[in-house]
């Protein structure tokens, strides 16, 4: 069966750097989706983006966030300059254009020190 | 925007007894209600959902209800497992666009063998 798939896994980074997660949604599916998860908190939207545009973003996808297709198959989460703050884990989701359910990939844990 | 209520936020059951999870949202256009298993370390997968057109669904164990009036709905769990033992994220969508899930708090459910 598909999966979303995400890289990497963990990423360590130092405050002020730049870092991009990377997913490859499910190949048939349209509408893709970055969420994140603090420590032991409830999954939050991110951004969503379907048709090459950005469809909505949260108050959290800031100026300092920007998200990409740069290609037929990956899906991209740029932070440009990242902060303590933004330490968590950060899911990719897809879902096939005419169906409800969203599927998550494994997950990056991002870890800005 | 749509805001959902999880409760409890720990639940212990004894092995084979039932576990009920409710969860109330407030946007009444709302009409996609998935419930997502989370172990730990683990991506969200979805384990059920529910349209706003039915009442009730069940899928072998877990059943879920949807009461549109209050706006409430629930994860039924019957002879748990221990590896049932996990957080359950419950979630609230207009699928109208590219919507976003908006989750609840999440509820860790202890199964004790």
Redesign the interface.
Known sequence: EPEVTQTPSHQVTQMGQEVILRCVPISNHL?F?W?RQILG?????LV???NNEI??K?EIFDDQFSVERPDGSNFTLKIRSTKLEDSAMY?CASRRGGQ????????TRLTVT | GENVEQHPSTLSVQEGDSAVIKCTYSDSASNYFPWYKQELGKRPQLIIDIRSNVGEKKDQRIAVTLNKTAKHFSLHITETQPEDSAVYFCAASRVSGNTPLVFGKGTRLSVIA
């Open positions: 509408y989706y969420y908190q409830k999954v939050e939207f969503s983006f379907y469809s909505e949260s899911f409800y359910e969203q599927y998550f990939g494994p997950g």
